[in-house]
């Protein structure tokens, strides 16, 4: 049964940093692109990051650019999102989402649970 | 920026009911339209891809169809465990974006 299970939310001050995690089971992970989806409290869907399999192609949404960055380990069956330089409007949980197939069209066949990012004072 | 509208924003209907839920897109994207259903306080989940491809173990009262700027979504009849929100997705030239929603309620 392919799981994917997000960590690393939390409260974060404005301007503050924050790691997310996402560990993947019961799929060859290596083998398939992986993305970050947020959703802010009320709101709707939001992409943030894709990665390729092998980390060769990496994107970020323009709202994130040059503040995130997405990394994985293949070894290690998981997904980071590395959050710098937080403003109240990352405040969001934050999905990661397995493509699906091994090629790199964003079609999102499974998701995690979700972990709860707020940026606040 | 590609950017999605849907329509409605919100419907109710009732059990047995077919709905429609309508997605353009301010360019054109061929056929790289996916939808996705969110019940409250879940995970989004993938129902139909590339426009008209029902997702493995998705029922078949759900359907999708259209290409080029304009798509729909259908489902034939109304099940009380329906009630989500429904989302389109784009993703042309590995640009994504997400129309609004669509909030789908019981009459």
């Known amino acids: 049964e392919v799981q994917l299970v997000e960590s690393g939310g939390g409260l974060v001050k404005p301007g503050g940093s924050l790691r997310l995690s996402c560990a993947a089971s019961g799929f060859t992970f290596s083998s398939y692109s992986m993305n970050w989806v947020r959703q802010a409290p009320g709101k709707g869907l939001e992409w943030v990051s894709s990665?390729?399999?092998?980390?060769?192609?990496?994107y970020y949404a323009d709202s994130v650019k040059g503040r995130f960055t997405i990394s994985r380990d293949n070894a290690k069956n998981s997904l980071y999102l590395q959050m710098n330089s937080l403003r109240a409007e990352d405040t969001a949980v934050y999905y990661c989402a397995r493509v699906k197939g091994e090629d790199l069209r964003p079609i999102f066949d499974y998701w995690g649970q979700g972990t709860l990012v707020t940026v606040s004072s | 920026d590609i950017q999605m509208t849907q329509s409605p924003s919100s419907l109710s209907a009732s059990v047995g009911d077919r709905v429609t839920i309508t997605c353009q897109a301010s360019q054109d994207i061929s056929n790289y339209l996916n939808w996705y259903q969110q019940k409250p306080g879940k995970a989004p989940k993938l129902l139909i891809y590339?426009?008209?491809n029902l997702e493995t173990g998705v029922p078949s009262r759900f359907s999708g169809s259209g290409s080029g700027t304009d798509f729909t979504f259908t489902i034939s009849s109304l099940q009380p465990e329906d009630i989500a929100t429904y989302y389109c997705?784009?993703?042309?030239?590995?640009?994504?974006?997400f129309g609004p929603g669509t909030k789908v309620d019981i009459k």
């Open positions: 997705q784009q993703y042309d030239n590995l640009e994504i974006t």
């Open positions: 590339d426009a008209s």
């Open positions: 990665i390729s399999s092998s980390s060769s192609y990496i």
